[in-house]
């Protein structure tokens, strides 16, 4: 026969249990959802590198905000957002949808601030233009290879 005391322990046991499980499926998910975007700007690199673009920055910071990628094409200098997606995530709406008009202002301001910033090196090399692309990285397993789109002058 149980006490009173002891049915309170093995209550508080039982539910510690279900609360140390549930913390740790989350942080697994958690885990699983930055190696998607580390993966996806890796991945988004080594295409672009394939196809003649001089990547100058990866995850540039400053106050407002982070580039994923800043390349260089020609005289062009490229801001470069990416995307990365679940095969069941995306079919429920586009990585393109997610850069919505608040995010395409923040980032021309973050491209401002990067040509501010890096001012000698663009005169230097006389870029005129700047372009904002998107890359979108499709993973349609945990390990397989993306399926990747690049969509040029995007905004």
């Not at 149980?2 to 885990?31: D, E, M, P, V």
């Not at 995850?59 to 957002?81: P, S, T, Y």
Request: hydrophobic share 40%; net charge positive.
């Amino acid at each position: 026969m149980w006490s009173g005391i002891q049915k309170a322990r093995r209550r508080f046991r039982s539910k510690r249990r279900k609360i140390l499980l549930y913390a740790s499926k989350l942080r697994h998910k958690l885990i699983h959802y930055f190696a998607y975007g580390a993966r996806g700007e890796r991945a988004a690199r080594r295409y672009l590198e394939r196809r003649g673009y001089y990547i100058r920055h990866q995850n540039w910071v400053c106050d407002i905000g982070e580039l994923d990628l800043v390349a260089q094409l020609g005289n062009q200098l490229v801001f470069i957002e990416v995307k990365s997606r679940a095969a069941l995530v995306a079919a429920s709406f586009s990585a393109v949808e997610a850069v919505e008009t608040e995010k395409q202002a923040r980032l021309k301001r973050l491209a401002d601030w990067y040509v501010q910033d890096n001012l000698p090196h663009i005169k230097y090399r006389r870029l005129r233009r700047k372009r904002f692309d998107i890359v979108t990285v499709l993973f349609t397993s945990r390990w397989g290879a993306g399926k990747i789109r690049h969509y040029v002058n995007a905004f």
